[in-house]
């Protein structure tokens, strides 16, 4: 955590981390270390890094965290792409490169049913802000075709 309470996003700034990993660090973290998450979520210099800072900032309580996290995934596009990426391969077990293409276009999802009903428990999960917005957004996006 001292590296990263000194301005070095190091792991968080190579790769996609776990929700696991996510949840660990944020339990952790001190006020310097939420701080610099909350910094590393608006200006990382990857989508890689804003989005990795963002899913451990979403996992923190509180309401600030969450307007934040629904701030940055409002305005950040290629964050939010990954985000609901994530949340399509880790709920349906799509292949990542699927998962991409579905995040541009949820209503092209081949069994929407199938999504909402998983997307309906992430809409309502008080620990992750991040999923709860990707839930509703999906939904959202998914209403058109959901009739058919």
């Known amino acids: 955590m001292?590296?990263?309470e000194a301005g070095d996003p190091a792991v968080f700034a190579k790769g996609p981390t776990s929700r696991a990993l996510d949840i660990?660090?944020?339990s952790r973290l001190s006020p310097e270390g939420i701080r610099q998450f909350h910094q590393w979520m608006?200006?990382?210099?990857?989508s890689t890094s804003r989005t990795n800072s963002l899913s451990?900032?979403?996992?923190?309580p509180g309401e600030e965290n969450a307007r934040l996290v629904a701030?940055?995934?409002d305005s950040d596009t290629p964050v939010?792409?990954?985000?609901?990426a994530s949340d399509i391969s880790r709920l349906?077990?799509?292949?990542?490169?699927?998962?991409?293409?579905?995040?541009?276009d949820v209503s092209a999802f081949p069994e929407?049913?199938?999504l909402a009903a998983r997307l309906t428990k992430e809409a309502v999960n008080p620990r992750d802000s991040e999923s709860r917005w990707c839930a509703s957004y999906m939904l959202t996006q998914l209403v058109p075709v959901l009739g058919r």
């Not at 451990?56 to 923190?60: E, G, I, W």
């Open 92 to 104: 349906t077990r799509t292949p990542w490169t699927d998962a991409l293409r579905f995040a541009e």
């Open 112 to 114: 929407p049913r199938k």
């Open 71 to 73: 701030r940055a995934l």
């Open 56 to 60: 451990v900032v979403a996992k923190l």
């Open 42 to 46: 608006v200006t990382g210099r990857t």
């Open 80 to 84: 939010r792409r990954l985000c609901l």
């Open 2 to 4: 001292t590296v990263v």
């Open 24 to 26: 660990a660090v944020g």
